[in-house]
Every structure is written in structure tokens, then in C-alpha cells.
């Protein structure tokens, strides 16, 4: 190991540690007293530890007060230096234990859209860590994938592009099942929307392509109408409302509020119509059958025991890779 002088020198020139702690402790709580109570050592320890430290920088740390002990100039400023420098110890020690300690703990970075970390993860995660207690989950969630911050880099994304990054194992999942979704209540109140028109005529939810670009292909209301044959500018004048928004869980919300009809992606809502909060109104869909999502993974870490772990409990929620898309 090449060796430097110039670093030599500092470390020879460093004063103790032992006597700087003691001095931390004695400033933040302005008494030796308690700084010896707080690093389990007498008092006359501590009194030790700071005179050899005052002898090693030629100057007075401390001035009495009555039971107290105050700082003087210059031990206001080695005080700063030397807690920042504790601190930034104590954090690295706390990373080194936590990542590569006998009992680390480990974490899995997934990046995945909004609507599927809060409809399809949510629900399921605790099922997740109730049999990995030792695993972490990071979730980053975007709706640009291309444009992360600088220094993110995923274990895991959940995407609809095939190739979001070099150096990444891409797994194709299932295709996009389309279909309109509104509650129970909301469909006896307005029996109407059982026929294709009076769904287009009805108040519709539409999921808006801001902020959606990468997707390959976006599907709203109307690209759903037109494929069964209807256009959406026959919908009458003044009639009922068209709501647009690109936050589909916002949508969701609403539709499970009982304010209209929104597009249901099938591995999204599949629960809600399990549980009977959501019905169809008609039984037409739309299925994506030329792309898929994507479960892609960090080519550098296919033998990680975290990443491979959650990547088996992500496929053991259902048939995920099925081309008709149907989720547990």
C-alpha cells in the first residue's frame, strides 16, 4: 500500500480520541459530571481527557460557571468541527452495520408507476414482509422512468417500456385487459350504462396522456369507444359530464365514490371486483395484446438473495406472466 507523508503527519498530529469525545460530551451538556455519567467513566476521567487535550492545543477549552463549565472561543470552534465529525462516524458505523453487519438487514429498490404502488403493491406487501422480516423495501415511484434523479438506481423496476436501462434482465408480464368499472350503487342508479351507448352518453372518468409519454400506447375513453365502434363527439351537447385527469388512483377514488365511470385496467382493479366494490356495466373489453408490462431486474444482482426473494413473492401473486393478463 502506497503510503503519504502528508497523511502521516495529520494522524500523528491528530489529539486523542478518547480525549475529544470526552470533550464533546462535556460541551453538549455543559457539566463533566454528566458527560461522565453518559460515557459510563469518573468524573476525574473526564477531567483527565480534557486537560490532555487542552495541553495538546495549547489553550484553555473550558471556563467554570458556578457547577457548569462554559466553552471558551476556541472551544466553540474545535467543539463544531469535532460534533460533525462524531456524527458523520456515527452515521457511516450505522450504514456499515446495517449493510454489511453480521444481522444487516438488506434492501430492495423497486421503481414502479403510482396507480401500481398503491392498487396492486399495497395491499399485498404485507404479506410480504410478514415472510421476509429481514428485508427492506424502497419504493421509488414515477412516472418517468427515462428521468430518475441521478444516483437512483433500482433493484427492480415495474414497467411498460421492454428496455427501460442497459444492464437490466427484462421479464414480460401480462397484457392490458381495458374495461369500464363503476360501483354497484352507481349502476342501479343509472341502468343505462348496461348498453355501450349509454355509456358513452353516461358521466365518464377519462384517464388524460399528460405526463405519459413513454407509455406506447395510451388508451382512454375515447380509443376505448371507437374500438367498439363508437365515436366520443356523439356524446350528447349537454349532457353528462367528461372528467379528465392523469391521476389514475384520483380516478379510482372517484369512481369508488360513486361520481361515474372510469376505464378499469384489469391487474388493478381485479380486487376491487373480488370484493365486490366495483361491477362492470358491460362485458366488452380491450386486450393489449401487442405489448405487455415488464418485471426488470438489475442483470448485476441475479444472484442476490433480497432481490430474488421478493422477485418469487412478486410472481407467486399470480400468474403474472399469462397473456390474458388475469391476476390474483
Known sequence: MNQHPSTDQTLLKMPSLRAVRSFVAAARYESFTRAADTLCVTQAAISRQIRELEEHLGTILFERVGRSVKLTPAGAIFFEAAQLSFLNIAQAAARIRKDYGTHARRTVVVCCSPAFSALWMAHRLPSFFTANPDIDLDLVTTQNFLTLEPGTDPDVFITKMARVRDNYVSVPLFHDRIYPVCTPAYLDEHPEIRSLE????????NLSPYGRSQVAEHVDWSVWLAIHHLDIEDRLLHGAHYFNANDYILLIQMVLGNQGVAL??????????????????????????ETRHYFAYREDKANDDALNRFRSWFFDQGDLTMATGRTA
Open 198 to 205: 349509454g355509456l358513452r352518453d353516461g358521466v365518464l372518468l
Open 264 to 289: 378499469g385496467f384489469d391487474h388493478l382493479v381485479s380486487p376491487y371486483l373480488q370484493k365486490g366494490l366495483l361491477v362492470k356495466p358491460v362485458e366488452h373489453e380491450l386486450v393489449l395484446e
